[in-house]
Structure formats: C-alpha cells, structure tokens
C-alpha cells in the first residue's frame, strides 16, 4: 500500500510567519500534486510537479518535489489568514489514480 | 475553468435506505472519474475509479455491493450508497479527469451524508 506521509499533522501560526509543510513516502511517483481544501468543500488544485528537482512558485506559495521523486514540500512566505485551510499532497499511483497525503491543517492568526 | 458539478450537496437519510450521488462534469468530457470518501478532520481516502462504459475499480476493503458506481456517459457518474447505516455517514467526494487535453483533475464541491 502506497502511503504519502505529511507532517506537521497540524499548524497554527501568527500572521506573517513563514512555514513548511512536508509529504513524504518511501513510493516513486510519476507526479504530484498539492490541493488546499476548505470545510465542506472539495479540494481545490495548487499544483502539480512532475520532474524530480522541480521547483514552482505560485505567488507566496513554493512548491519542490523531491529529486527522487518520493517526497515534496509546501513553503508559504509571509502566511496570511487566507492561508488557513487543509493542505494535502496527492501522488499520481497507476496510470490516472491519485493517492492522497494524510493531510495538514493549518490555521493563521491575525 | 473545468466545473464538476456534484449533488446533492447534503443529504439526510434513514437507516437501510438507499441514497445516490451525482457527479457531473458540466464543460467537458470525464472518460474516468474517482470517488473519495472523507471522514471528519482526515484526508482523502480512494474508493473506486470509474471509467466510462465499464465497471468501476474498488480500493481494497470498499464493498462493491454496498457502493455501487455507475459511469454511463461521459459527463455523468452516479454513486449509490446503498442499504445505508450509520456508520456510512461521512463527506464524499468525486473527482473527474478531462478526457481532452492536459487531462487535468477538477473536483467536485463534495456531498455531506449523514445516515440516521
């Protein structure tokens, strides 16, 4: 079974605090993908990174996959109370299916 | 944008009743499409992948019987809990692959059941 490890499982942090959230797994994935999703609603797609090494940046939001393609970071500059909300990575397992990350909740205060 | 339309949005139903969900994509065509099934305060967890004009893939431990996915065009899957108990209460989620293009995934806004 493949699993997609995140850490920290939970984040609450001030308003302008930087912060990293990780997603590991000891499985190779041909890609991945990171979504923020808010109470009652579906997830919502930041990115999807698929060469190992690759960097993206979407406005304050850093996003790396890993060189061995089995883990990936978020890194959020300067959060804002926009931030808060439920951030999941999601490795690309089989030719279409997605398995999601056990998932960090994170909160900003103002 | 892709916009996967999913209904109802809350459902309340009795014990040993039968309750369907939709999951449409409204601006494109979903060749595959997958159920997710989310628990309170959890992530995601997989329970099938339904492909167009075939039977759905269950995840290992996901009774077919009792979730019965049903994919018959290409803009439309239909998950039907059936004979529902408490314990299926629970937030589901589809998901709808473009079959065109990047084949990007766009979700739906998820359907709160809630078996009493």
């Known amino acids: 079974t493949q699993l997609l490890e995140q850490s920290p499982q939970f984040l609450s942090i001030q308003e302008g605090e930087n912060l990293t959230v990780y997603c590991n797994s000891s499985?190779?994935?041909?890609?991945l993908q990171w979504y923020r999703q808010e109470p009652g609603e579906g997830p919502v797609l930041l990115v999807t990174?698929?060469?190992?090494?690759e960097v993206k940046k979407l406005k304050r939001l850093t996003f790396q996959f890993g060189d061995a393609r089995k883990d990936s970071s978020l890194h959020i500059t300067a959060a804002q109370t926009g931030d808060t909300g439920l951030y999941l990575c999601?490795?690309?397992?089989?030719?279409?299916?997605?398995?999601f990350g056990t998932g960090t909740r994170l909160k900003v205060l103002a | 944008g892709a916009v996967v339309s999913q209904h109802p949005s809350r459902v309340i139903c009795k014990s040993g009743t039968s309750v369907k969900i939709e999951c449409r994509s409204l601006?494109?065509?979903?060749?595959?499409m997958f159920w997710y099934r989310q628990f309170p305060k959890q992530s995601l967890m997989l329970m099938a992948t339904?492909?167009?004009?075939?039977?759905?893939?269950?995840e290992q431990g996901v009774e077919k019987d009792k979730f019965l996915i049903n994919h018959a065009s290409l803009t439309l899957s239909t998950l039907t809990v059936t004979s529902a108990h408490p314990e299926d209460s629970s937030f589901y989620i589809c998901?709808?692959?473009?079959?065109?293009?990047?084949?990007?995934?766009?979700f739906g806004s998820g359907t709160r059941l809630t078996v009493v």
């Open positions: 601006d494109f065509q979903a060749t595959t």
């Open positions: 998901s709808a692959r473009e079959a065109q293009g990047a084949g990007g995934y766009t």
């Open positions: 339904s492909n167009e004009g075939s039977k759905a893939t269950y």
């Open positions: 990174v698929v060469t190992g090494g």
């Open positions: 999601a490795g690309r397992s089989g030719t279409y299916k997605y398995i």
């Open positions: 499985s190779v994935f041909s890609s």
